[in-house]
């Protein structure tokens, strides 16, 4: 079972670094390792058994590696599975209107969830390698896909969900932004 380290650990506040391609065994293996837990953490039964909270989206940082990576996985209101091993992850392209889930965002690193807005973009445009897919792909999301993509991106710079809310006014409504 992987480790989750909390944001008391120094990595989460760090720049993480490129990976270097074609992927190595051992990035693939971490990739795949994350991926499994994620869906693991959605399991209620296996979760409960293994004190494990549900997660949609997991960045190597949170597990003490220091590398550009992350995966998402999760099903849409559609059934769909949502599913992503992304590394070196940039935004190309990014919409003005913003977005921000109305009930907040949580982190599995984040042990207290902090309430608040926590405005981003509506939609990107993503280039990245992916690993599920075993090439370079570039996508386009929107409102909940492009919020959990741009936690994720987050991470690889050190910055948390809670350093966006604004401390002073943490509910404050921005023009051209939408809750979700
Ligand atoms: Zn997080």
Same mark, same amino acid.
């Given at each position: 079972m992987l480790k989750i380290y909390d944001d008391s650990s120094k990595t989460l506040h760090e720049i993480c670094d490129n990976v270097s391609l074609p992927l190595s065994k051992e990035d693939e293996v971490v990739l795949l390792k994350m991926l499994d837990y994620l869906k693991k953490s959605q399991d209620e039964e296996y979760a409960e058994k293994h004190h494990m909270r549900s997660g949609v989206g997991l960045a190597a940082p949170q597990i003490g590696i220091k590398k550009r990576m992350f995966v998402i996985y999760y099903q849409d209101?559609?059934?769909?599975?949502?599913?992503?091993a992304l590394v070196n992850p940039k935004i190309i392209a990014n919409s003005t !209107?913003?977005?921000a889930l109305e009930g907040g965002e949580g982190c599995l690193s984040v042990n207290e969830d902090k309430k608040g807005f926590v405005y981003r973009y509506y939609k990107i445009t993503m280039k990245a390698f992916d690993l599920? !897919?075993? !090439?370079?792909?570039?996508?386009?999301?929107?409102?909940y896909k492009a919020i959990v993509l741009q936690h994720e991106l987050d991470h690889l710079n050190?910055?948390?969900?809670?350093?966006?809310?604004? !401390?002073?006014?943490?509910f404050e409504r921005k023009n051209n932004s939408e809750l979700i």
């Open positions: 209101e559609n059934n769909e599975i949502i599913q992503y !209107k913003l977005c599920l !897919k075993n !090439k370079e792909i570039t996508f386009t999301a929107t409102g050190g910055i948390l969900y809670y350093d966006r809310i604004n !401390k002073n006014n943490p």
